[in-house]
């Protein structure tokens, strides 16, 4: 049995970790998982065999949870094969995007075709088992697996929004070589930004957007010590439609008209991080399969 899926990677609108609510939009970064199941021939219930560069805590999760999932009660051995564009602990929801391509591909492999919100709900729960994501980071996994905004509430597994994005923007993309710390580490830190928290998930509800992003940005720069004000200021003046910190950093996105884009990313530092333009993800996906 054979099965393949393809995530993206977001950016992050709304940080989840102040109120349990978050909001992200997906972006043309990819994650491709292949999976090679054979059931039976084994005296263990279940063998994976992951090439040692691709191993982690959550891709062996996933594989395992999705497995038991889709396949319960089955000895068998699974063969991964991963690839992925997206950036580690930089803030790209790259635990995310790993995660539902695994859970997708097991389950395609086994003839099934779950709903993005029963891949979402199963890759949240992996994160959340192996200490990697605080809330689960539904809002992630969700922009992920289809285009345009999502924004959940975590701790109930429910979407609570959905749009797209207008036509003719695109994204500019500062990713410094610095990673940032499990979220579990940071909850503390956060709970003390609820305040400011709920302020950014009210313009997010109430669909502005740029000043979601921008609020979130200012409490993320506040708690995380990240010196972007001035940068997010002049990527302002020069067109940006909104910018800030994406996930828990450090990589820093400025939303704007894709000609303008060449421009933006010549006003960040320069320095040895790593400057992308990417595409919003449109139309119901970027895997042609999505539900």
């Not at 995310?96 to 003839?111: D, W, Y």
Request: overall charge neutral; charged content about 20%; proline content about 7%.
């Amino acid at each position: 049995m054979n099965g393949a899926a393809i995530t993206s990677s977001a950016i992050t609108v709304v940080n989840a970790l102040p109120t349990g609510i978050g909001c992200a939009i997906g972006i043309g970064l990819h994650v491709s998982a292949q999976v090679e199941i054979t059931v039976g021939g084994s005296s263990s219930p279940t063998v994976l065999e992951i090439p040692e560069a691709s191993r982690s805590p959550v891709v062996d999760g996933s594989l395992r949870t999705a497995l038991a999932r889709f396949l319960p009660g089955e000895n068998v051995t699974a063969r991964l094969t991963l690839t992925s564009e997206i950036p580690v602990a930089r803030g790209l929801k790259s635990s995310s995007a790993v995660s539902t391509a695994i859970v997708r591909a097991v389950a395609r492999a086994s003839g099934r075709h779950p709903a993005h919100l029963e891949v979402g709900r199963c890759a949240a729960e992996i994160t959340r088992q192996v200490g990697v994501s605080a809330t689960g980071a539904l809002d992630d996994a969700l922009a992920g697996l289809a285009s345009g905004f999502v924004l959940t509430d975590n701790f109930r597994g429910e979407v609570l929004k959905r749009s797209d994005v207008a036509p003719g923007l695109g994204v500019a993309l500062y990713v410094p070589e610095r990673t940032h710390p499990p979220s579990p580490d940071l909850r503390g830190a956060f709970a003390r930004e609820r305040d400011a928290g709920e302020e950014a998930v009210a313009a997010a509800q109430n669909g502005d957007w740029p000043r979601a992003m921008r609020l979130n940005s200012t409490l993320v720069e506040r708690t995380m010590g990240y010196p972007y004000g001035e940068l997010r200021a002049r990527l302002e003046r020069h067109g940006a439609v909104a910018c800030g910190v994406s996930g828990l950093g450090p990589a820093v996105a400025a939303v704007a008209p894709t000609d303008m884009l060449p421009e933006l990313l010549r006003l960040f530092p320069a320095d040895s991080a790593q400057r992308l333009i990417v595409p919003f993800t449109r139309g119901p996906g970027t895997d042609p399969e999505v539900a």
